[in-house]
């Protein structure tokens, strides 16, 4: 029997040895066939973008949102990822071109089961037999970087492990080398009804190359997930997300605890589970808005397909996109909705230049315009339960973008989220205000950072301190006209808002000495075409006459041409 027993045992690892050689063989075989492959379409890959691009008529003034997502879909799954990863980025392209972008799908070929588990069994070292009781070779998802399958491990619990598609890194780097190179060429044109302002395309391809860095390494998106579990989620027994598996995550694999359940857009299973929306919806809301105003961190994507009911309780998935802000960005937002209410024009005007980076085109007074037009909307707002929070920060980011102020990412991709999550309630419980929970928050920040003491102090402080100013403005004022008069003085008046007008009535002014030079210029060369000097030329005309003359018509038709185009 034992005999038996012992030959059972070498027959059985004489089949894994088999079969590992066979995955890995076949593992290899893939990568070869593939980085061939690879390198054959590269040596192309340059004219085949571009001719992609000039099929889609990029030349004659730009790409439509619809023509660059048709273009992206016409260059491959890598480009289409690249699409997905732009289109959650509002603060990199207009909101119509981020809107189709939503719309990209995926069609790719799932990878070969054997090529499937020589990646996990390369990357852990371990036997597939060793680390699942069970594992299912068909794919919950497949998508350009990497596909998702189900398992059990040995012990007992069920899982999802990420797998990442061999050489999908090297593609993905070589294709961002070849977009660097031909950014130059192609010009992607914003919203027409905006004015038609062009992109800053070199920019958006590096900031694109920096998240797709981080998409390729799942190390990322796992310690989101880690980070997320510790500060975000306060009580499972309302909220919760999936948990990590260290052992079983590398850079190119990642292991998480299994969501078994649905999407919260299936209300009626909702419904039939015995599961009630609004207890969902206000759980999910609360744990929302503890990531945004009490932990920082908040998820980047709250799209429906990222939240799951699983035993009636709302789950958070895929933390590849998470959002940071720090108490003084969530102190500087408070501030903001604080001086929309107070209706403090200055305050609300200093908030948005305090959130970006101002440009030298920038004019405080046309922000104060744009702001004083937000004013006239909001006069009537006397809580914040009033406002629509996202409505409130897309305008506040469009004002910003139209006077030249960059916003950073952390204040666009919440702007977005805030956007997202509220369709989401709306969807599942049309009832629950959102920003009626986030303006109880906030007055319960405000009234917590007011110090009555404090205020008291400062208050004083300042009234001294213009007194004193004050008792002080008779004789300043003695001592200038004084200086003044003596001839002591000298006053510049500088304009502000006026830049544009000067510079045009500068050009204006330029270009009509020129013409009236050219036309000097002309008349006087005439008048010595009739005198009698040399040298001449053939026709008997003074060379000098004639130098002059062709000199006046060119130097006139660049003016005028300079005219047309001011």
């Known amino acids: 029997m034992g005999k038996k027993k012992k030959m059972d045992l070498m027959q059985k690892r004489e089949e894994l040895q088999a079969g590992a050689r066979e995955l890995g063989a076949e593992l290899k075989q893939y990568i070869e066939r593939e980085r061939a492959a690879m390198e054959k379409r590269e040596k192309s890959r340059a004219a085949e973008i571009l ?42 392209l207009p909101e119509s071109y981020c809107r189709e972008l939503t719309l990209l799908r995926q069609s790719v070929k799932p990878l070969d089961p054997l090529v499937v588990r020589g990646l996990i069994e390369q990357e852990t070292g371990k036997k597939i037999e060793d680390i699942y009781s069970e594992f299912q070779d068909e794919p919950l998802g497949s998508a350009s970087i990497a596909q998702a399958h189900f398992g059990i491990l040995r012990d007992g619990t069920k899982v999802v492990t990420k797998v990442q598609r061999p050489l999908i890194a090297e593609m993905m780097r070589r294709d961002f080398v070849l977009l660097r190179k031909i950014a130059s060429v192609v010009n992607v044109v914003g919203e027409k009804e905006e004015g038609a302002n062009s992109l800053d395309l070199i920019s958006v391809i590096q900031e694109l190359e920096t998240v797709t860095e981080e998409e390729l390494d799942f190390h990322v998106e796992a310690e989101h997930t880690r980070a997320f579990r510790e500060k975000c989620i306060e009580d499972e027994k309302k909220v919760s997300c999936p948990t990590i598996i260290d052992a079983l995550t590398t850079s190119r694999i990642l292991t998480m605890t299994y969501v078994d359940g649905y999407s919260i857009s299936n209300k009626d299973r909702m419904l039939q589970d015995g599961v009630d929306p609004m207890a969902v919806g206000q759980a999910l809301v609360e744990n929302y808005v503890h990531q945004v105003l009490d932990v920082g961190m908040f998820h980047g994507d709250p799209h429906q397909g990222n939240i799951m009911i699983s035993g009636g309780i709302p789950y958070w998935i895929d933390f590849g996109m998470v959002g940071s802000l720090s108490e003084a960005d969530v102190s500087l937002l408070q501030d903001i909705v604080m001086a929309l209410i107070e209706g403090d024009l200055d305050a609300l005007v200093n908030g948005i230049l305090s959130m970006g980076t101002a440009s030298s085109a920038t004019s405080r007074s046309h922000l104060m315009e744009d702001v004083d037009v937000m004013f006239s909307k909001y006069m009537n707002v006397t809580s914040v339960a009033d406002l629509d929070m996202a409505v409130l920060m897309q305008e506040l980011m469009d004002a910003a973008a139209r006077n030249h102020i960059t916003i950073p990412g952390r204040y666009t991709m919440l702007c977005r989220s805030l956007t997202t999550i509220e369709g989401v309630i709306e969807e599942l419980c049309p009832t629950l205000n959102l920003f009626e929970i986030i303006s109880g928050r906030l007055m319960e920040r405000a009234r917590k950072s007011f110090d009555v ?13 213009t007194g004193r100013k004050a008792a002080r403005i008779p004789v300043l004022a003695a001592d200038a006209l004084s200086s003044i008069v003596k001839g002591r003085t000298k006053i510049n008046l500088e304009l502000t808002g006026y830049d544009e007008l000067l510079r045009k009535a500068n050009c204006t002014a330029r270009h009509l000495l020129l013409g009236a030079f050219s036309c000097a210029l002309f008349f006087g060369s005439s008048v010595l075409c009739l005198a009698d000097i040399q040298p001449k030329a053939p026709n008997g005309m003074p060379l000098i006459a004639a130098a002059g003359l062709v000199f006046s018509i060119g130097l006139g038709i660049h003016t005028v041409r300079k005219i047309s185009k001011e």
């Open 453 to 465: 003491k404090q205020q008291l102090t400062s208050a004083g402080r300042e009234a001294l301190s």
């Open 51 to 92: 001719g992609v691009f000039a099929r889609h008529n990029f030349y004659t003034g730009g790409l439509t949102p619809l023509e660059l997502r048709t273009t992206l879909e016409d260059l491959g799954p890598t480009y289409v990822k690249i699409g997905q990863i732009m289109s959650s980025r509002p603060d990199l």
